[in-house]
């Protein structure tokens, strides 16, 4: 099972960009699925979640009103879009598909990772 996140690169501040995930070999439109980051000599935190059928989703309190999770079930697609970005925003963006059908805010419940991408935000 893989997830590819893309969409990753180097943005001034106050600019936006749409990263993506889509997963290979498996479906996982029945799983809640999230995007998470880490920054340079930060944890793994979480950003925004969505439920199976995207009709539940969260954000970490800094990017509400800013980013916006959705999902494409019939593509097999995770999509975070991120405007208004902030030098604070830069990280490593990785996706991450749930056990469990739920949106979730816990590394601890994910059951596949991405490999990540890149966001650099210049002040």
């Known amino acids: 099972v893989q997830l590819q996140a893309s969409g990753g690169g180097l943005v001034q501040a106050g600019g936006s960009l749409r990263l993506s995930c889509t997963a290979s070999r498996r479906t996982f439109s029945n799983n809640g699925m999230a995007w998470f980051r880490q920054g340079p000599g930060k944890e793994r935190e979480f950003v925004a979640t969505?439920?199976?059928?995207?009709?539940?989703?969260y954000y970490l309190e800094s990017v509400k009103g800013r980013f916006t999770v959705s999902r494409d079930n019939a593509k097999n697609t995770l999509s975070l879009q991120m405007d208004s970005l902030k030098p604070e925003d830069t990280a490593v963006y990785y996706c991450a598909a749930f056990r469990r059908a739920s949106a979730s805010t816990e590394r601890s419940e994910v059951q596949y990772w991405g490999q990540g991408t890149l966001v650099t935000v210049s002040s």
């Open positions: 969505i439920s199976w059928n995207g009709g539940t989703t």
